[in-house]
């Protein structure tokens, strides 16, 4: 992927059949351990589980932006994003992600962030 | 904009020119408005600050999913998502975030998520 001036890319990630669609701790181990793949430093994180099955939403914030997670497990979907900035690897933080949650499918359409000039960049 | 089922769409904002670039809590108080036009609901809040003219990293969590900004005031951008699911109105969330940043441009990037057999929608 094209390396860019700052601020970044942003990945959009539809999971579909991935693990831990009810476990925030796992997730948030999956995150942390996509942040730290990308050599990205955690700020903050937050989790909540949703009652009687109703899934997760979550964020870590980063130094270089956010990596959020919501599920829904009554679809067998998790809808991911990553966004980071400067010199951050936004794509092993995505493998990671899909090394920890194991998908049957993954959709990524990636965005360029603060290209005054430069049009967004469908799903390579 | 098309009305999908769940989960629903997903807005990239890059602003150029907008105000509180500095102002966490100012920023904190657009988002929450954003939310509130949307009639979602408000989970959590956290924002840092980072020092020197740093700028402002942020995210609410909702129980429609997040609201997030990250600003660079040394490009006079800043970068803001929304993902809503449900019957939450995402676009007036967007149109809050406009009244409240008044950024000099805004370019909206759209991404209906979730949506297995449906291709990703680009910038209107």
Redesign the interface.
């Known amino acids: 992927m094209t390396s860019l001036p700052?601020?970044g890319w942003?990945l959009?990630l539809?999971m579909?059949g991935a693990k831990h669609l009810q476990d925030a701790a796992a997730l948030e181990l999956a995150m942390r351990a996509a942040a730290n793949a990308a050599g990205a430093r955690v700020?903050?994180a937050?989790l909540?589980d949703?009652p009687e099955g109703g899934g997760v939403?979550?964020?870590l914030?980063?130094?270089e932006?956010?990596i959020?997670v919501?599920t829904?497990p009554e679809?067998n979907?998790a809808?991911l994003?990553i966004?980071m900035?400067g010199s951050a690897d936004i794509e092993a933080a995505a493998r990671a992600l899909e090394t920890a949650l194991a998908p049957a499918s993954c959709r990524v359409?990636r965005?360029a962030?603060?290209q005054?000039n430069q049009a967004?960049q469908?799903?390579l």
Chains 1, 2 share one sequence.
């Open positions: 700052v601020p942003h959009l539809d579909y700020l903050s937050q909540h949703f939403t979550g964020v914030l980063l130094a932006s956010h959020s919501h829904w679809l979907f809808a994003d966004f900035c359409t965005t962030r603060g005054r967004s469908p799903a």
